[in-house]
Structure formats: C-alpha cells, structure tokens
C-alpha cells in the first residue's frame, strides 16, 4: 500500500477537523457542562409569582387602622391575543374602562409583544365580572386579584402608622426585597415591615420553548402578612388630633403664626403609647397609587411628612424647670436665700437679676413676668413657674462647682436631664426618633471646636449658660415625646420605660409573632416625699390660685380639675419677632399617674393660653368620656 | 494454463479481493441504526403535540436506511469502467434535474430545494453531490501528479461551478461551500501545484466575498452569517438557534440525561433537531460519552475511505474514494461544528444521520461506490493501472 503525500497529507486535515470537534465537545459538555445544565433549566421553568396580602395594623381595641384588599387588576397577556384581534381588544377595553385608546395601545407597546400589560389596577367589581362574562370578547385578558392598601381611618394616625412605596436602593439589599415589591417606607409601616409584608405565592410552571405551560412543577401560596395591634386607641388620638387642630386655629385667631402642633398621650405605667400625632396630617391612602411630585413638595414643605412628636426638636422651656425642681430635693440644692422646702418662703422674686461683668457692664435677667412672683419656695417657684427661683438654683450649682468649689458637678442639672431621658433617643419603635439636646461645658467646647457658629467663640461656658439650661431654653432640645416620658418618669418614682408603640404581632390564627414587652430604659432614685411634692406642685400648676394653667382648667368641674396636674412652658424662639411656641405637659389621674400628656404647638405663643387648653378637652375625653369638638376655650397668658 | 493448483491460487485470490470491507461497513450500519433512534427521540414529543403518531418520522428514516443500504449493495457491484462511463450522463441529469427545481420546486423555509416525487420529496442538491464527485474524479484521473495544467484546473472549476452555482441560486449555501472543498481536496489530491492550491484557495475567498457584498444572499442567510460573526447580538433571533443548541449540547454533560430523557429536546428548545441540528439530540441525551463515540464512527469511516484511496487500483478510483471522504469530513465538521458553534448556520445534514431521505440514500450511494473501489482493489498494494 502506498498512501501519497497528498492523501496523507488530507488524512491530517481530516484528522485534525475530528480533533477539533471533539475539543469544542469536550469544552461544552465537560469543562462548562454545569453552566449550560443551569441554563437549561432555568430556561425550562417559568414562575410567576403572587404578591402577599400584607397584614393589617389596628388600634389596641381592634379598631383597623391599615388593611388590605383584593382589588380586580385588567391584566392582558400578549401572547395569548391573536395579532388580528389585537387592535379590537384594545377597543373594548379602553371603552370599558373609559380611557382613550391611544393610551391603552402605548400600555400594549410598552410592554412588548408577549408581554404582560395591566390594563386596569383596580377596576370596578362590575366591569371585572364583565370581562369575565365576556371571555371570547377579550382573548388574552384575564382578571387577576391583586393586594391593595386601604387606611380606612384617613388621616388619624397618619404619622404612626406611616406609608408604603417602592422600595429604594436601601431596601433592596434587605433580603427578599425586590424592585416590584412595595414596602414601608414610614411608621409602623416601616419599622414592622418584616412582619407585615408576609411572603410571596408562587407558582412555578414546566415550559417549552414557545413559553406554553406544560405542566406545574410546584406552588406555594401567598403567606399574609401578621397583623400588627398597637397601644393607640383611637378615640384618644382622634381627640388628640383635634384638640391640636383646635389649638392651631387658636393661635392663628391670635395672630400668631403657627403652623404646627404636635402631642403625645402615655401610660406612665408601662411606657405604652396611646396617641401620638402631629399637625399638618396626610392621608397614606394618598401613597398607595403614589403621589404627583407636586402634591409631594406641597405636603413636605408643609412638613405634613415628619412626626413632629418623635422628629420634631424644640426648647422644652419651663417644662424643663421641673428637672431642676427634683434635683433641689433629692440633692438639696436651693437659692441660697431660701429655706428649706417645709419652711416658710424666704425667696424673694423681684423679677429680675442683674450681674456686674468685669468691665463694669451690666447684665440684666428678665423673669417672663415682669412685676416678679414676689415671695416664692421651690413649690410655688413650680406652681407659678418663676425664673428667677430655678436661676438661683443654678447659680448655686455653678459657684459651687468646677473651679469654683467642689460642693457640686458643674452638669449636675444636664445630669438629671439625661437620667430622664433627655439628650437621647427614646429607642421608640418607629423610624426617624431625633436624640434632642442637652448642652454643658464639653458639649459647648466641642461645639466651639468642630462647628464654628453654632455657638458664641468669643468666650467658654457660663453661668448664663448654666441659667439657660435650667429653665430649657438656649440649646436646651427635646421631643415631645422626650417631654411626655420624662414626667412619666417623675410622677411614676423615676422608672423611664421605653416608649412602645406596638403591643403585639399575632398570625392569622391569633397566635403572637412578637410581643413588645415593657422594658425599663432606667431607673433614677427619687424619695417618695419627692414623686409625692412632685405630683401636689403640679397639680397646684393646674388648680393653685397662681398656678400658670389655672385658668384653661377653670371650667372644668373641681372633682375633674383636681385630678390633674401639668406644667405649662413658653419657648422663646425669635425675641424681636416675639415667636414662641407653647408647651403643656399634664397627668392624670395625679394621685394615681395614668396619662401624661405632652403638647407642642409650634409658634403658637404662650403655654399657658394656648396649649393648656387643648390639652384640657383631651383630659375631657379620658376623664368623662366627652368628645373634643371645635370649640376651644383659650387660657391665661402665662408662661 | 490454469493448472488445478494455479486456479485455486486464483480462486482465493478473487475471494480475498472481493471481501468487503467490514469496518466500514460496521461503522456505516451503526450510524444508520443510530440514525433511526435519534430521529426518534427528537421528532416523538413534537408529532405527539401535533396529534400524529410518535413513530411517524422513525419508520419514514427507517424506510431511508432500507432504501439507502439497497443504494450501498447496488453502488459497491458497480464496475469501476461502467462507472467512468456514466459520468457525462449522471452529470448531465443532475444539472438537468437542479434547473427543473426552478419551475417545478416547493418552497421551504425561504428555500426552493425539493421535488415532489410521489409521497416524497427529492432534492436534487443531495444527489449532486456524489456525481459531481464522480465527475471530478473523472476529470482528474488523466493528470500528472505537481504538472497539472491550468486548463484542467479551469474545468474542474467550472464544472463544480455550474450545478454550484443553480444550487446557490435555490438558495443553499452550504452545500455550495462543501463543493468547494470537497473540489479543493480533490485538485489537490489529483496533483495540482501548490500555486495552484493557493490561487483557488484565494480564489473562493474572494468569491465568498462578493457574493457577500452583492447581496445575493437572502437576509436570513446574511442574518445567520453577521449572527455569527457577533455571537453576543440579537439573541433572540438570528443566534437563538445556535444558543439553544450550545445549551442543550452543554447540559448532556459527560453521561447525557438518557435516551429519551433530553428535555431541551423534548420541549422543543433547538429547531430542526432532527434534521440539521440532530446531533444535539444526540449531545443532550448520551453527553460527551455518546457525542465522541458518534465523532469516532465518523473518524473510522473516514480512515477506511483514506485507506480505500490509497489502495484504489485507479487513480479515477482514488480521486473518487478522496472525494467521497472530504464530502463525510466536511460535512461533519460543518454541521456538528454549526451545532456547538464554531461554524456558521447553514442547512447542511449531518450525514447518515439527519432525519431525511435524499440526503441519507445520496451519501449511501457515494459510500457505496467508494466500497465498489474498495472491492475492485488491486490485489498487489502499490498497484496501480495508470488509465
């Protein structure tokens, strides 16, 4: 046998044709085998999936405040309407739903040949069974249930229970999350999401290569999310929001201008929260089918998106005094005049202090009341709310402290405050909690340091500061909710209990996910005779003869009247412009604490006029059961 | 003359000549019967969808295999002489035969290729292919190993250029490439310089070329060319094809899924799978185990052919028995490189294998008479008469 060159020559590239093929083989079967299986089966599996009803929230009487509904969505699968039938099925359905048909034909487009479109998201019952009636009339379209948001009580609570949307680049790296889903974006829909989202159906069907269902491979069904019960009851948060509202009118009658309130109502108790609002309110209703950017700016700038009652910083002005108050007892700090409590008043209110500075200037301290308070002790300092007496008190503490004596901490009083529950977040169950401010010398020096203009640079820590801080004003900052469980704390014997929104979570079946229990954020040693001259001195606020609140309590009926106690505070805003905002802390039953009440009406002006009152027809409602109207009866012009 | 003796020498002589070739025809028989199983599983599930029995395309490919194997037996008895003799006929008839499916043809897939021909459809282009090697080889025969003339080199071209060319015109561009090199090998083998080699090989690039920018070709063979060129485009469309077949080739693994087990192919993923894209079939289901031992038959088919050349007592036989091999060889490597993606796609079967009868008998019938050289072998190796 003779082979040729040449024929052996063609052997070889015949050969090498084989190798190469047996090469690429091996590289696709072998060396990346995995890889196509995985491509194989993804491609063979199609899974559609069903979002999860999401769980509703309701107010500590079941009263539902969130829920979900099926709602009829159109929906037109494209592959299954022949393309002949296509321009007379977008006829129909643009005459059922009465919309123009060039905008169902861009939803068509837009979603590609074979795809998906959503006609309607929530169509009337009648035109969902037309269609359903009318199969051979619509190929192709079919009536899916989909979830739908509903706040049946409008805007109450707006603030707690919050608002959903589409979730941003932070919620997608939550596990589980994804781009089409909706999720809270504020409130208790927000911080309970987890639990009030549930977890999506799915059906995952075989598929051929034109994408027709073969058979089903598996199915899960939708798992509704838990229902979420909270502390709130809403008869107290919808007298809450009115009175508010009837304190902002107030205000403006008076010319002022306010433009925002706020208040929180809780059990000392336990730190449970049973109505906390903010004024202006939205609907969350509005977020559902989403907002247009301009109802958007209009609301926020409005700030009808923040909850002032958690986000809302103000100077707590005289509602601070009673930090100072408790610190005079429990540690014995007084005006250096003054007696001790039990004895006769030896404090004498001029109203005003003068100090002679080193340049022979002088630096006069006004009280809010010009005349002076006259002869006061530490109870009637409380009662009549006499800036004067807490100034000595922290004079006292500054001449005594620091390089000046060792008698006492130069933040003695900031210490106090912070026990309370000042200066930090509360750790309330819902988003967006603001920490507030309690300024001293490091806080002041840091300040000085780190964001020039904050503060004056041209001298450190005073006195005046010192004085400033005492009566809660200067960069004195709290919430109201800071406020409100801060006399919890004091009327309760000094427990700060972590302020709880939500009570519980439980399933469908009734069984509890989750429940919040009352947990203390800290305790701080107070003398019973403390909580005790504590609970009597606020109730002289109310019912004393020179009390600052007496006059907004002064219809009420004695027996009611004598049931209460509170705090009224004025925070200076802008002196020349003569903007303050108005403050009333109260409690109820005095003897036996089981509401305070904090009350912030941003510009609205004097405490003592303003909010007083409006805390006043809540106590109405707790008390006797009266409904707030819009009336309001207004104070006395009183810090 | 014949002395008892001599005679059984000459007996023993002719038995041992006229023995087959038993390899070959091993490997031949056991592609055809692969063959029959393979259109089976990839053509059930889809005639079960539409209704018809499962069995349908296996008993037609079945009837093939019969008609093909009674094509093998016939060509093989040929004589080499008669055989020479019935090129200008056989020639002729094809060329006649490709310009009756102008007036006469079906269209399909964009393609004017068949001619009905009772219950069955007959392509021409398939039929073209054994005779224009037959005719090449006759052409060839007479010329002198690194002296061929040009002139012949001019006819061998233009006589695979004219049926070339009506097949290009139906259109069918693969089958109009393989003429190509199966010629190239051809010229090669019959002895043509190497300038020569390189001239034609230059000379069919550029041709490619052209017809690339003259826009002769329809879109979608330009779609599936440019598809290919960027595989990353347009999946959906044009590389679709070539996707699903990587996929489906790739997921068989090294064990496959099983026979009848292959659900890329039962669910329809690749088109044509069981005509062009059949050995995805074949991939999916018996993995590289199975896919390299297909490639191995062909390998084995193909040695034997060379073996045949060599031995051919004609260098008409040769030329033939070459020509024969590169027409297995490129296809295969045409088809099962299209497959997994190394070549272009273009319709070309997968010989004795694709489901289809003209492909399956006219490639039968070219390895028959390849095996008719085989059994008129010269009994001396090295022999070789030289007309």
Not at chain 1, 264 to 285: K, N, T
Not at chain 1, 421 to 449: C, H, K, N, T
Not at chain 1, 501 to 514: H, K, L, P, S, T
Not at chain 1, 578 to 587: H, K, L, P, Y
């Amino acid at each position: 046998m003779r082979l040729g060159w040449r024929l052996a020559a063609l052997g070889v590239v015949f050969l090498a044709a084989f190798v190469v093929l047996t090469l690429q083989l091996w590289l696709l079967q072998v060396a990346r085998g995995d890889e196509y299986d995985v491509a194989a089966a993804r491609q063979q599996i199609k899974i559609i999936d069903s979002p999860a009803p999401r769980g509703e929230i309701r107010d500590r009487n079941g009263e539902v405040l969130a829920a979900t509904r099926a709602a009829s969505a159109i929906v037109v699968d494209r592959s299954l309407v022949p393309a002949e039938r296509e321009p007379e099925v977008i006829e129909r359905l643009a005459t059922l739903l009465d919309m123009p048909a060039s905008e169902v034909e861009t939803l068509f487009t837009d979603a590609g040949s074979g795809g998906r479109v959503v006609v309607g998201e929530d169509v009337a019952a009648a035109d969902a069974l037309f269609v359903r009636e009318h199969a051979e009339e619509f190929p192709g379209v079919a009536i899916e249930e989909l979830p739908v948001r509903t706040y049946p009580q409008r805007t109450a609570a707006a603030h707690v229970i919050g608002y959903i949307g589409s979730p941003d680049a932070r919620d997608l790296e939550r596990p589980g999350i994804r781009p089409d889903d909706v999720v809270g974006k504020f409130g208790v829909e927000r911080e309970y999401d987890e639990l009030l989202r549930g977890a999506r159906g799915l059906v995952k069907y075989r598929v051929d290569a034109g994408r027709n269902i073969l058979s089903v491979e598996g199915r899960e069904r939708a798992e509704p999310g838990a229902t979420v019960v909270l502390n709130l009851d809403l008869g107290v948060q919808q007298a809450l929001e009115q009175s508010l509202d009837n304190a902002l009118a107030l205000a403006r009658g008076e010319g002022e201008l306010a433009v925002r309130a706020a208040g929180v109502v809780l059990d000392p108790r336990d730190g449970s929260i049973q109505a906390m609002a903010s004024i202006p309110s939205f609907d969350p209703a509005d977020f559902v089918g989403g907002l247009t950017r301009r109802e958007w700016d209009l609301q926020k700038n409005l700030g009808a998106f923040n909850n002032f009652a958690i986000q809302g910083l103000y100077p707590p002005a005289s509602t601070f005094k009673s930090v100072a108050y408790v610190m005079a007892l429990e540690d014995g700090i007084f005006p250096d005049e003054a007696a001790a409590p039990s004895a006769e008043a030896g404090f004498f209110c001029s109203g005003l202090v003068e100090f002679r500075l080193g340049d022979e200037s002088r630096q006069t301290f006004r009280d809010w009341k010009p005349e002076g308070h006259g002869l006061v002790d530490l109870h009637g300092a409380l009662e009549q709310s006499c800036d004067l007496y807490f100034w000595s008190i922290a004079l006292r503490v500054w001449s005594e402290s620091g390089a000046r004596g060792e008698l006492y901490d130069e933040a003695q009083i900031q210490e106090w405050a912070r026990a309370m529950g000042f200066g930090a977040e509360s750790s309330i169950d819902l988003p967006f909690e603001q920490a507030g401010l309690v300024p001293d010398r490091e806080w002041f020096e840091r300040a000085q340091r780190e964001s020039p203009g904050r503060v004056r640079s041209d001298s450190t820590w005073l006195g005046g500061d010192v004085m400033n801080v005492v009566i809660g004003q200067g960069d004195v900052l709290a919430t109201p909710l800071q406020v409100a469980n801060a006399y919890a704390s004091l009327v309760n014997g000094g427990t700060v209990w972590r302020p709880r929104i939500v009570d519980r979570v439980v399933d469908r079946e009734g069984g509890e996910v989750f429940v919040n229990q009352p947990r203390e954020l800290g305790i701080y040693e107070l003398a019973p005779s403390t909580t005790a001259f504590m609970r009597e001195d606020l109730r002289r606020v109310v019912n004393g003869d020179n009390g600052t609140a007496r006059v907004a309590f002064s219809t009420l009926p004695a027996g009611v009247r004598n049931q209460i106690g509170g705090k009224t505070g004025t925070a200076e805003i802008d002196k020349s412009k003569d903007i303050n905002t108005a403050w009333f802390v109260g409690v109820a039953p005095i003897d036996d604490p089981q509401h305070v009440i904090a009350i912030v009406v941003d510009g609205g002006g004097s405490g003592g006029r303003i909010a007083a009152p409006a805390a006043r027809q809540v106590f109405e409602y707790l008390l006797l059961g009266q409904e707030v109207g819009d009336e309001i009866i207004p104070g006395e012009e009183a810090d | 003359m014949a002395t008892l003796a001599g005679s059984r020498v000459a007996w023993a002589e002719r038995e041992r000549a006229m023995r087959p070739d038993f390899v070959l025809i091993g490997a031949i028989a056991a592609l055809s019967a692969l063959s029959v199983l393979m259109v089976y599983s990839a053509s059930a599930s889809r005639l079960e969808a539409f209704g018809l029995p499962s069995t349908f395309d296996m008993r037609r490919q079945a009837i093939f295999v019969t008609f093909g194997a009674a094509a093998f037996i016939g060509a093989s008895l040929v004589k080499e002489r008669t055989l020479r003799s019935l090129v200008p006929f056989a020639y002729a008839g094809v060329v006649l035969i490709l310009l009756a499916v102008f007036p006469f043809g079906d269209e399909a897939k964009g393609a004017q290729r068949w001619i009905a021909f009772g219950g069955y459809q007959l392509q021409p282009s398939e039929f073209a292919k054994p005779v224009i090697v037959m005719t090449l080889a006759a052409l060839l025969a007479p010329a002198e190993e690194g002296y061929m003339r040009w002139s012949r080199v001019f006819r061998a071209v233009g006589l695979v250029g004219v049926p070339s060319l009506l097949i290009f015109l139906q259109p069918d561009l693969g089958t109009m490439i393989v003429f190509g090199f199966v010629g190239l090998a051809m010229l090669f083998v019959a002895g043509t310089t190497m300038r020569q080699i390189v001239a034609l090989a230059l000379a069919a690039f550029i041709g490619l070329g052209v017809v690339l920018s003259l826009g002769v070709l329809r879109d979608f063979q330009l779609e599936r060319l440019t598809a290919f060129l960027d595989q990353e485009s347009d999946q959906e469309n044009a590389n679709y094809n070539q996707n699903q077949s990587r996929i489906t080739i790739g997921s068989g693994q090294i064990f496959g899924k099983g026979l009848f087990a292959g659900e890329q192919t039962n669910l329809s993923f690749v088109p044509a799978q069981s005509t062009d894209f059949i050995f995805t079939a074949i991939a999916e289901q018996l993995g590289f185990v199975g896919g390299a031992a297909v490639l191995f038959l062909y390998a084995l088919v193909t040695w034997r052919l060379v073996m045949i050349a060599a031995r051919a007592r004609t260098r008409f036989g040769q030329l033939l028995v070459a020509g024969v091999a590169s027409l297995i060889v490129f296809h295969v490597f045409i088809n099962v490189g299209m497959t997994m993606g190394l070549m272009p796609v273009t319709g070309l079967p997968l010989p004795l294998m694709s489901s289809g009868g003209s492909s399956f008998v006219a490639m039968a019938l070219a390895l028959g008479l390849a095996h008719a050289m085989w059994l008129q072998r010269s009994p001396v190796p090295g022999e070789r008469q030289i007309l």
